[in-house]
C-alpha cells in the first residue's frame, strides 16, 4: 500500500507556472505508474499526465501537452507536474494517483486503473 501527499498548488496568474509535488510513503515506490488528474468545480475528474515506473516513458492529455512535464525521481519517492504557461482553464484541483504494475514500460490514462490517490492540490489560475 502507498500513501500519496501532493504539494505546490497555489495561485498564479495566467502565462505563469507552478510545480506540483506528489510525495509517497513506503518503499517500493518504483513498482508503481503514477499519474496527475485534475478536477474542475462541477466537472469530472480528467487524466493530464502519465509516467511508467522508470520515468522513461510519459503520456500527456492534449489539453496540456507541450505545456506540463511529468517526471519522477525513485530515489525521492516523489512524483512532480511542471506546468508552464498556464491559463485559467488549467484551475482545478490535481490529484496524483498510484498503480502498482510489473510492467516497466506500461503508463495508464483512466481513473479505474488507479489504485491509490492523493487528496488532491488547488491550483488556480487568474485571467
Known amino acids: 500500500q502507498v500513501q500519496l501527499v501532493e504539494s505546490g498548488g497555489g495561485l498564479v496568474q495566467a502565462g505563469g507556472s507552478l510545480r506540483l509535488s506528489c510525495a509517497a510513503s513506503g518503499r517500493t515506490f518504483s513498482s508503481y505508474a503514477m499519474g496527475w488528474f485534475r478536477q474542475a468545480p462541477g466537472k469530472e475528474r480528467d487524466f493530464v499526465a502519465a509516467v511508467t515506473r522508470s520515468g522513461e516513458n510519459t503520456y500527456y492529455a492534449d489539453s496540456v501537452k507541450g505545456r506540463f512535464t511529468i517526471s519522477r525521481d525513485n530515489a525521492k519517492n516523489t512524483v512532480y507536474l511542471q506546468m508552464n504557461s498556464l491559463k485559467p482553464e488549467d484551475t482545478a484541483v490535481y490529484y496524483c494517483?498510484?498503480?502498482?504494475?510489473?510492467?516497466?514500460?506500461?503508463?495508464?490514462?483512466?481513473?479505474?486503473?488507479?489504485?491509490?490517490w492523493g487528496q488532491g492540490t488547488q491550483v488556480t489560475v487568474s485571467s
Open positions: 494517483a498510484a498503480r502498482s504494475t510489473y510492467s516497466g514500460s506500461v503508463y495508464y490514462t483512466l481513473l479505474r486503473q488507479y489504485e491509490y
